[in-house]
């Protein structure tokens, strides 16, 4: 056992946080919580185990990334256009790259590593199109210490020949990739069926994903409502369908274990058709605005009772931290007033932001009852953010929810002093 001792943040159900000054958490030699409280408390109940003592730092969940491109992070902050322009020029030829296998094995290492250091203990990876990549994705995951929902982008149209595989080989490899990574790692590794979109997507290809997830209980990941120019194509190729999210509807990709991303552009309709199928949404604010997609009416979503956490999009978004992407998302709710005067909504605070950027990423990933807070019985995911240099001790701000603004806003990567999965310290400064 050890105990870990500092300012602790516990995001709660209600979507609130709570705040520990004096905090302590034990985790058990099994990597899971067994107490959680005050320092006082826990040296009274616990006599003469190691304690990690954390000054003038904060101790919070680890963060969760509800959706990134692995084979895309070199290309973050790069490129200009939209969605689909973007993806012709500069994403297509670099995901070709990754069947070259040292190739994978190079920019694998550094995304997870990064990652980490970063604070992300959880992330919802697209993984190239590629068999080997992905398998060698999943190896550098399991080493890194990560845990992931993670799988091979299926696509058998509508990109160049180099990325795209056919129906049965697209099917054949991820029911490989799951059957050899799917529950490995202790659990930390899930497999998820990885459509890009519809528009790179045969009838037959999401047919028959649709027909696997129901069959093996795997998540599904993929795009939805994320640009005007994507919608217009959707609808040319599928105009038999009343809407981009009837397409997904009746090839069987709505379940509860699917999560969406972007979700932007969507009409009454299609909310009630992802409501009733408990479908989650992935928001990327950075991401959407460096494609200049669109704004997300984020507090009405929420306000819904959509499952909504927050995701990088690398490389659409230009970074993997997550301080930098709930940033963002109170930003972008500010955006989205300001194009909308006369129906503002109460803009997202940074406390929201960062609570989207745990529990409600981990209740996005249907992951609430492993990970997201401090709750007894948990996995001990977490990170401690050093302090010092974002609020000082003397600050006359030194609140904890200004405490969290100066988190969220002012982040930069070495503030992280340690993440912990599962109990083990996957990164220290």
């Known amino acids: ?24 958490l034990v985790v058990s030699d099994f ?50 256009g939209e969605l689909l322009d973007w ?35 959880t992330m919802s990876v697209y993984c190239s199109s590629h068999r080997r990549a992905t398998d060698i ?26 990325i795209l595989h056919s129906v049965s080989d697209n099917i054949a490899d991820s029911l490989a990739l799951a059957k050899a990574w799917h529950g490995a790692g202790n659990g930390r590794l899930h497999y998820t ?33 994320e640009n005007p120019s994507e919608l217009r194509y959707i609808a040319e190729l599928f105009s038999e369908h009343a809407s981009y999210t009837d397409v ?11 999560i969406m991303a972007h979700s932007i552009y969507l009409s009454p309709q299609e909310k009630s058709l992802l409501k ?15 494609l200049q997609s669109g704004v997300m ?20 978004g230009s970074s993997l931290s997550m301080f930098n992407e709930a940033k963002e998302a109170a930003e972008s709710s500010k955006t989205w007033n300001i194009l909308h005067r006369g129906e503002e909504m109460p803009a997202i605070t940074a406390e929201e932001s960062l609570w989207l950027a745990t529990l409600g990423g981990a209740q996005a990933l249907g992951l609430a009852d492993t990970i997201g807070n401090f709750a007894i019985g948990k996995d001990a995911d977490f990170i401690v953010c050093r302090m010092e240099e974002i609020l000082p001790e003397s600050s006359v701000f030194a609140s904890p929810a200004n405490m969290i603004a100066r988190l969220v806003y002012g982040a930069h990567p070495h503030i992280i002093e340690k993440t912990v999965i599962q109990g083990q310290t996957v990164y220290k400064r």
Do not use: W
């Open 87 to 121: 993806l012709n020029t500069y994403i297509f030829p670099l995901e070709a790259r990754f069947a070259d296998e040292e190739y994978a094995h190079i920019h694998a290492q550094r995304f997870f590593h990064d990652a980490v250091r970063l604070g992300t203990t």
């Open 297 to 316: 009416a984020l507090r009405q979503m929420l306000g819904e009772g959509f499952r909504i956490g927050l995701g990088t999009d690398v490389a659409g």
């Open 137 to 162: 994705a999943f190896e550098a995951a399991f080493h890194a210490g990560l845990r992931v929902c993670m799988g091979k982008t299926m696509m058998d149209f509508g990109a160049p020949d180099t």
């Open 248 to 258: 997904y509807h009746a090839y069987g990709l709505l379940t509860e274990r699917t």
């Open 193 to 225: 069926l990885t459509p890009r979109f519809a528009g790179s997507c045969s009838r037959d290809l999401l047919k028959k994903t649709g027909e696997i997830a129901q069959a093996e209980g795997l998540r599904i990941q993929t795009h939805l409502s």
């Open 276 to 290: 009733a199928h408990n479908c989650s949404i992935a928001h990327c604010p950075c991401s959407n605005r460096f």
């Open 1 to 24: 056992m050890r105990l870990y001792t500092g300012f602790m943040v516990h995001p709660l159900e209600t979507g609130r946080l709570e705040y520990f000054p004096d905090g302590a």
């Open 31 to 80: 990597g899971q919580i067994i107490f959680m409280g005050t320092r006082a408390e826990a040296l009274s109940e616990y006599e003469n185990i190691p304690e990690e003592r954390y000054e003038n730092a904060v101790i919070l969940p680890g963060l969760v990334d509800t959706h990134v491109h692995l084979p895309q992070y070199q290309a973050a902050a790069v490129g200009t």
